[in-house]
T-cell receptor, first 116, second 110 residues
Framework: SQTIHQWPATLVQPVGSPLSLECTVE??????LYWYRQAAGRGLQLLFY??????ISSEVPQNLSASRPQDRQFILSSKKLLLSDSGFYLC???????????????FGEGSWLTVV | DAKTTQPPSMDCAEGRAANLPCNHS???????VYWYRQIHSQGPQYIIH???NNETNEMASLIITEDRKSSTLILPHATLRDTAVYYC???????????FGAGTRLTVKP
């Protein structure tokens, strides 16, 4: 079965410090990978998605970036964090099959980031 | 993707069926209806999805009206652990985006 791992689970970072959140998926190959953010009391916002190694699509202009160095690894980074970067970050995956499957997206447990 | 409308909150007694409605009147023929839930401080959990026919799995049943303009998620025997925010999402299968709205906050009461 497929599993998704995301870490760290929680972190507190000072303004201006760098960020690295890592996500790996096991049990599948060539998945679509996603990073979402959920600010406190708000819905999920798609930040990045990737359909393959080195292929990143950005949905929202910001000081965050994403990379996919390996097929099942997705990294969210920032060189200098802002207070507004605080939130709940979620990695997710899906596999695009025939239409009958519906390309279901599965989420990890999330990472709580507090920028102080 | 079609927009969805859900009630902001609902209550349900423990052991009873929870019926969560969703309106998606602008849904197109090749868009699926997905349901997720999010328990506080956790990632969203996939529940079920469907295109035209009603669907059932170990977690829930999904009833889609014949005109596909609305659907209902049914939790047959709600437990306290089913307390969560439930999201109804409509999207095409090959769309890499999954846009969540505000959802319905379901509270299961003893």
């Amino acid at each position: 079965s497929q599993t998704i791992h995301q870490w760290p689970a929680t972190l507190v970072q000072p303004v201006g410090s760098p960020l690295s959140l890592e996500c790996t998926v096991e049990g599948t190959s060539n998945p679509n990978l996603y990073w979402y953010r959920q600010a406190a009391g708000r819905g999920l916002q798609l930040l990045f998605y990737s359909v393959g190694i080195g292929q990143i699509s950005s949905e929202v202009p910001q000081n965050l970036s994403a990379s996919r160095p390996q097929d099942r690894q997705f990294i969210l980074s920032s060189k200098k964090l802002l207070l507004s970067d605080s939130g709940f970050y979620l990695c997710a995956w899906s596999v695009l099959r025939q239409s009958g499957n519906g390309n279901t997206i599965y989420f990890g447990e999330g990472s709580w980031l507090t920028v102080v | 993707d079609a927009k969805t409308t859900q009630p902001p909150s609902m209550d349900c007694a423990e052991g009873r069926a929870a019926n969560l409605p969703c309106n998606h009147s602008t849904i197109s023929g090749n868009e699926y209806v997905y349901w997720y839930r999010q328990i506080h401080s956790q990632g969203p959990q996939y529940i079920i999805h469907g295109l035209k026919n009603n669907e059932t799995n170990e977690m829930a049943s999904l009833i889609i009206t014949e005109d596909r303009k609305s659907s209902t998620l049914i939790l047959p025997h709600a437990t306290l652990r089913d307390t969560a925010v439930y999201y109804c999402i409509v999207r095409m299968y090959n769309n890499n985006d999954m846009r969540f709205g505000a959802g319905t906050r379901l509270t299961v009461k003893p």
